[in-house]
């Protein structure tokens, strides 16, 4: 049985929740393999009720599901406890969620620092969650970061808050004029949250490879999307992992020759959150209508998304830098109701033509997309369930960016419920 990888082919917020649904009965362990508390997905619990979750994955909704926040993510212990008494306080079982051992700890100065290193930068600024992602995963590079485990040694934990806080508070008062923060409050604060979290810190690469050797359905859930990967997004306006499919194995400990299904997630047109280059961007009435039609607000940060068309030459790239076998395309139903609907296929950048993401940062802040019009269908499609189901001009919309993406659109989305999909090709068969 695999390991499948689940990632969002744009800039993230392309409705993964969707194809997890879909899965749903059929996976053992779901695994959370980067990122933190900066995504957000919003899940319907079986009484109705919608929840937001930011940093449990979501199949702690499905009762015989393992849940693990891989050794990838950056967890904040606060957040953490909120969300697990959050789903507790409406009778979710939480119980099948365990912790890597080797997964780093958000601590209060890295929320401290992404402030007002977004502050500093003014107009330069990345629009991050303001969730201490990115100081995080710094000191995790840098080698001075706070890991799950820490918590089981208390004196390692303090040895370790002392020595990052002796830069940190020099950083705080000294660039920033912020007041010093207090290494014992600090560890104090986090033993006590750990009592809340502290026996579900497992080794979990050891019990996900197990669980493959025994022939069970492994999920690797990406956060953010392929243009917010740090090596491969639009860099610097990007997350500070990697969402990519290559980061599903490093941030789980699943060996890459274990995962056989890369399943990306592809709107059916385009949405960004923060700062950075969108060539398909609309500043005029369309994308207010995309907006309202697809209710593109950020389910963390509340922020408006920006939107625009379905760029090509993104999906074409994300087929590429992970080896997308099939796609999951989301919100066909938002585009009923346009005369047409266009397609960028390319670029123009300096009055050149290029079919492939531009290798420099220069260039994509200079590329205009070159559109091809599709016509469009004026249909309700939302009760759509075959292939067959949907108007001709619809079917002929899903069939070019098929073309042109390079993998296998298999399932469909077209509308918010957990039914409303059109399956072309079960992708664990
Ligand atoms: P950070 O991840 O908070 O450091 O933010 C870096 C960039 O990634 C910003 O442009 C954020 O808006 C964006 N970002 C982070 N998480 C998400 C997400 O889940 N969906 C969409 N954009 C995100």
Redesign the pocket.
Known sequence: MPAIVLIGAQ???EGKGKATDLLGGRVHWVVRYQ?GN???HTVVLPNGDHFALHLIPSGILTPEVTNVIGNGVVVDPAVLLDELSGLEDRSVDTSRLLISADAHLLMPYHVAI?KVTERFLGNRK??????G??PCYQDKIARVGVRAQDVLDESILRRKVEAALEVKNQILTKIYNRRALDADQIVDGVLEQAEGFKHRIADTGLMLGNALDRDEVVLLEG???TM?DVDHGTYP????SNPTAGGASVGSGVGPTRITVVLGILKAYTT?????PFPTELFDEQGAYLAKQGGEV?V??G?ARRCGWFDAVIARYATRVNGITDYFLTKLDVLSGLETVPICVGYEIDGKRIDDMPMTQTDIHHAMPVYEEMPGWWEDISEARTFEDLPKTARDYVLRLEELSGAHISCIGVGPGRDQTIVRRDILA
């Open positions: 800039w993230g917020d990122g900066n995504a957000g992404d990345i629009g991050t969650t303001g969730r992602i990115g956060s953010q999307g917010l306006f990007v997350t500070s960004r959150v923060g700062s950075g950020g963390t940060t922020r």
